[in-house]
């Protein structure tokens, strides 16, 4: 509960409907996408700096945690409020502030959605490369939370690759300008990408300057089918050892093609145990060798087939649907979201389906693996204790897998609450004491989304 | 001096020929490309981490200043011993520790060349893409102090999107690890960029992970001559307002062509007033398109030629000798690597002419447009002291103007020493103050090149 004086004082500041204190209200403000539930005792709705600035120096006087959110589209918890506290809906900031072409930029408010970017750049002939499977809704500001990838992300990289300045209020109320305008600049620290991945635990960002992207003027698909997965993963390594990087990588899993196949009857091959889903992308002068050059990696005794394929849009929709799909199978999955070296994919991949058997675990995986990232979900019913112990077992000795091969826990989820308890097998002590340094001096109070992202 | 009691500390643990004290030695170490001369007290030439730490030790005990330098090529003064201590050569760390076509990766040492990272990436179909002018002499500690870029940034970006992860000691003497060594990743802050272009002022690196990029299959050349400034600049807004973005594209200005034509005769047409270079790159197939679209963008009633070259490495030969040759013209170039948003180019260079006469300084102004990246040169005598002022006044303006178009003050030579007196201009008090405890927080004592980037 908060203070009655604190919401008084929010009641002068904030209209009801910018307010949430009703506990039915703020129910819809206690969840993101790890399905955990965490109340806030209060929803909040700014639409200005100010009003940000104002809060956050409430939030300190009364030693209130304050965790912003987007749309909660989040997998990992960084937007659950764990303790209680204030939920800061960046949702109603939804200006976009400058639409510029000349220069290839688009400065929004951090409550804009990812598709509407998307569709403002297009306009323009541009793009912007971040697309996780939520764009449609998900906001610009919790892309730059988490650094957000996407399928796309294997040739265009991920949001810290395409925001050129920030505008954000630290923990301490102060508003901070980070980078600029312009393409390049080397003017003082890169605080802009020190924000970005900072899951909201060192500033409020409220404005974004966005570098945009030539839109591809051709995008071709090709699905490559195999017999096993042995087959599949090298075709995946000698796809990317070709320096042409393909537009999109992704790989499915046995288990992810019987879930579309429970679905889609009639859309996959039988007999098909891996699958790539690709996508090439440039001039159309240029596709049709770079959609041979795909298909000649994809060869091998084991290829059921690889062919370039016209509906790509329908393939998309089936890959998208995977993530709600894995719902209906076991009551939770543990959804994971690691990257490895993509010539250790086949040694992972095979430890992977070794552990899962091991532990009697059921696993299905696909994902972004041009970037060897693989979302890895066990599938579990939580009433079970015994299986809910078997698979924190399994999940540890995925984790240590992944960082033996010289990989990271997460490539585009962020740490959250899902995965703290886990840092530290990849962050050495010396390094993360330097990041919580750095916490604390851009939030002393630990009023900013505390608990998040360290272990 | 160094304390005696320092200097047998170190000659235990240094050969002779590894630790310079001797004034003649030393002086060799005194300046970089800024031309100032500031001689260290001592070099040294550290070959491992553990060497490293110790110097840092040594030098936190002893509260003398360590000022890190690769080869010296820098023009902003970043690696001047300006306040005397130790020079730590990187130079000598010379290993290749990784070289992983598979993984797209290099993992280097701080003293390699710029160039030898290019050759032996090429022998995989693969570069890098930060080419500063200096790249053949240039290290790569050195293009991670200062985020450096070169005439490519256009199309490829900077050092900063091309490192994955970082080795580096602080100055405290704690070893860090950032980043990881795939191309995606969110686990914890991003330090390895808050570490690229801090110019040496945080930590020491040691090591770094390159991310490599597919060598272009095919490059064309254009060259563009314009009767003056206005048509020119028309020219680089309709460039770079096409979606599909050239490779490079370098700017000359008459007194750049004018500094050319002394050393070729007979190269350029007699009656040119600015010159684009530019230069598209992908496959053979999409090249002509690519060729003619820039053709059309630079049509205008004031171009005497545009048209495709086969001979392009003359020009760039050209255009790389130009910032050694404006030593001929004057004593002294104050050297300035301002950015502006392409569309403001126009009227930043009609400005930049009237500034220039208003105060009457000679003026030679080239650099990678198309990142809005000039290399403003102001010529003068060091020994007037009157055209000093005058000199120092209208760069005061210059830098102004900079700020009022969205500017930046440092696209790629970063601040140093040389631009420390106006990053008040751009950075606000407040994020000023954040870097500075940013500072503080990873070198306590101040040991690390102190005196540099902050005003």
Known sequence: MLPPSLVTDLCTQFP???????????????????????????VLFPLTVEEIQSIIKLCNQYN???????????????????????????????????????????VTEPGVLNQTIQDTAKQHRFFWPPDPSSAAYCTIG??????????????????RDHVLGIKAITGTGDIIKTGCYTTKGVVGYDLTRLLIGSEGTLAIVTEATLKL??????????TAHFKDLTSCTSAIVRIMSQPQLPSALEFLDSGALNLIRGHNAGLLPTDSKAM????????????????ATILKACQHNDLIEAKQVQ???????????LSPLLREVAPKKINEDIVVPVSTLPEFLTKLTQLSQRYQIANVNFGHVGNGNIHVNLLINPDN???????EKCLDEIFD????????????????????AFVSKEIDPTTMQLMKDIKKLFDPNNILNPGKLFP
Request: aromatic share 6%; net charge neutral.
């Open 142 to 159: 919790g892309n730059i939370a988490t650094s957000a990838g996407g399928p796309h992300a294997v040739k265009y990289g991920t949001t």
């Open 385 to 391: 204790p015994e299986e809910v112990k078997r698979a």
């Open 16 to 42: 009801a409907d910018r307010f949430y204190t009703d506990p039915v209200d703020c129910y819809s403000y206690a969840y993101d996408n790890s399905r955990k539930i965490f109340p806030p005792d209060a």
């Open 276 to 291: 790539l889903m690709i996508e090439v992308d440039g001039t159309a002068k240029e596709i049709p060798d770079a959609v």
């Open 213 to 222: 992207t030539a839109l591809p003027q051709t995008v071709a698909g090709i």
């Open 311 to 321: 509906d790509t849009a329908s393939l998309w929709k089936a890959r998208k649907t």
């Open 64 to 106: 209130i945690p304050l965790i912003p959110r987007g749309r909660g589209t989040g997998t990992a918890g960084g937007s659950l409020p764990e303790q209680g506290g204030i939920a800061l809906s960046l949702e109603r900031m939804t200006k976009i502030i400058t639409v510029d072409p000349a220069n290839r930029v688009i």
């Open 401 to 420: 897998l992944v960082i033996q091969l010289n990989g990271t826990l997460s490539g585009e989820h962020g740490i959250g609450s899902e995965k703290r």
